[in-house]
Nanobody, 125 residues
């Protein structure tokens, strides 16, 4: 059974940076498709960034150039490095994992079977 647990959420000023972490247990991270999603109050959950088992990445256009998804195989941990944060980035951020080989659906929540509880990111202007 795969389990994922996020951490690293915080409150920051606009223009600031954060790094979210997601520790994976129950499988090795480079055998999984992984994704970061977020949900703001009153809005649908949306895909932010994803990484396939073979290392291919996808980003939502709203975060491209500001956010970077990466993983540390030795620590079995997924990261989301967020720079130039804006108030519209405020949301609960979720880590997701799936044992299938995902190519085109890394930003679609229906792709992923395992989800964390989320971590809050608040960006003030």
């Amino acid at each position: 059974q795969v389990q994922v647990k996020e951490s690293g959420g915080d409150s920051v000023q606009a223009g600031g940076s954060l790094r979210l972490s997601c520790v994976v247990t129950g499988n090795i991270i480079n055998a999984l498709s992984m994704g970061w999603f977020r949900q703001a109050p009153g809005k649908r959950r949306e895909g932010v960034a994803g990484i396939s088992a073979n290392g291919n990445t996808q980003y939502d256009h709203s975060v491209m150039g500001r956010f970077t998804i990466s993983r540390d195989n030795a620590k079995n941990t997924l990261y989301l490095t967020m720079n130039s944060l804006q108030p519209e980035d405020t949301a609960i951020y979720y880590c997701a994992a799936d044992p299938s080989t995902v190519v085109a659906g890394l930003l679609h929540d229906v792709t992923f079977e395992y989800w964390g509880q989320g971590t809050q990111v608040t960006v003030s202007s």
